[in-house]
């Protein structure tokens, strides 16, 4: 017997699977949410400073996981060429990376979202009429990609590209996610130019700085060459030798000037190398002595500093070569710089001649050599030291290292 109609069920239209439509929503949530933790950690890496080509990799790297893309790659615009470059990517080969060209015409997604600044979704590249699909795109089986502009400083660098094998959608949240992605990129770009531009400002200025020094150094050679010339063509004896003095005080100056153009450093030089130069140009200009610089090297202290402890050894050893050695008789002056811990350089000038006058007394000497010499050790908080040895006699400075420690 056949139901009567009123006991009928009623014929519904199935009613959407809540459960499929929740499980999508939970999906789509947590994809905004890891996607939001991405932009965080590429946030970080910019403001890091990572290496750019590491930045660029990472990028890539992470946009294709927060779009569950299996591709990604940045594509820099070769203005000269016309054309994109494949920078970085994942999922592409080896002969791709860094090798690929596509071109930047408008009727390529890429191209259109670098000139227009639009971000572009194909979602259906095989019935894409819009736009034109790049050949490596269909020969890597791409069914829909997403396109963004990446700027630089002042002129875009380029397209941030997600492509996928897989059926679905880009939606407008992830072209927001793609553009936050991108311009995490393109603020470490602009700071990254910035930078170079800055180094190569402070390049330059170094390199002007060491011409001046050369320059200086130059014409201070000059003076010291026209001083000895004038001590050379004879005449008063004690004039010849105030001449070459002073010229042997214009050479140590040059030298530092010299050790400064040598070096990368501007504001230090190393003190062992300087006394050394020093020591062998007064060698030169005190006939028949030997002056025998014994100091390491990798001692750095402050430029003026350095001059001030070579201008001291100069007096030291001429006063050495001229009264120790008296007549024909002339001998070795050592120079002995030394560093003694903590915190003390310790610079000795002695003799084997005939040694210090019974009445000599270091603040009360009558030249103006050693007044200039307690002159410059006060400058440089350090002490001066005279003893008489066995034979000939000894002066010791002792600086303490923090007062000639260069600038940080
Ligand atoms: N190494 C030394 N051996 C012997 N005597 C020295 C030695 N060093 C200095 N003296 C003595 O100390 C004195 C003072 O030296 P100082 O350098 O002040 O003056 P100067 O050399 O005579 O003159 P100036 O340096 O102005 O040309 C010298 O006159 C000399 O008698
Ligand atoms: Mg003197």
Not at 3 to 19: M, R, Y
Not at 34 to 55: S, Y
Not at 125 to 142: A, H, Q, S
Not at 350 to 364: A, M, S, T
Request: aromatic letters at 4%; charged letters at 25%.
């Amino acid at each position: 017997m056949a139901t009567p109609p009123d006991t009928q069920k009623p014929v519904v239209e199935p009613s959407p699977d809540p459960a499929g439509q929740f499980e999508e929503t939970l999906r789509s949530l947590h994809m905004r949410v890891r996607q939001q933790e991405i932009l965080g950690e590429l946030g970080v890496l910019a403001l890091k400073g990572v290496p750019f080509e590491e930045l660029l990799g990472e990028t890539a790297r992470l946009t294709a996981a927060g779009l569950g893309a299996e591709f990604c790659k940045v594509m820099e615009y070769l203005p000269g060429e016309k054309c994109f470059l494949v920078r970085t990517g994942v999922g592409w080969g080896n002969d791709i990376i860094g090798k690929a060209r596509l071109g930047a015409d408008l009727e390529s997604p890429a191209g259109f979202a670098l000139r227009t600044g639009k971000a572009v979704i194909s979602n259906h590249l095989e019935n894409e009429e819009r736009f034109r699909t790049p050949e490596l795109l269909v020969r890597y089986g791409i069914r829909r990609a997403i396109n963004v502009i990446l700027q630089g400083d002042g002129s875009p660098f380029g397209v941030l590209e997600a492509d996928a094998r897989t059926e679905g959608d880009f939606t407008q949240d992830d072209i927001s996610f793609l553009q936050g992605a991108a311009n995490m990129l393109g603020m470490a770009i602009e700071r990254q130019r910035n930078e170079r531009r800055l180094q190569a400002a402070i390049e330059r200025q170094e390199l002007l700085l060491k011409e001046i020094h050369h320059r200086v150094k130059n014409s201070l050679q000059i003076v010291a060459s026209m001083l000895n010339l004038h001590a050379n063509q004879g005449g008063n004896e004690e004039v010849r030798r105030e001449l070459r003095e002073a010229s042997n005080r214009v050479l140590a100056i040059a030298r530092a000037h010299e050790s400064l153009y040598k070096n990368h450093e501007i504001g230090s030089l190393d003190i062992g190398a300087y006394l050394r130069d020093v020591c062998r140009d007064l060698g030169a200009s005190a006939p028949g002595c030997i002056v025998r610089g014994d100091a390491p090297e990798g001692i750095r202290v402050a430029t003026d500093r350095g001059i001030s402890i070579a201008l001291i050894a100069i007096e030291l050893v001429t006063n050495a070569a001229k009264y120790a050695y008296p007549g024909d008789a002339k001998g070795t002056i050592r120079v002995i710089l030394e560093k003694q811990e903590p915190d003390l350089l310790s610079l000795k000038v002695i003799d084997e001649g005939v040694g210090l006058p019974q009445d000599f007394e270091l603040e009360k000497t009558p030249g103006l050599g050693m007044r200039i010499v307690m002159a410059l050790a006060q400058s440089l908080n350090a002490k001066l030291f005279a003893k008489v040895r066995d034979q000939g006699s000894e002066f010791e400075l002792r600086i303490p290292l923090r007062s000639i420690a260069p600038a940080s």
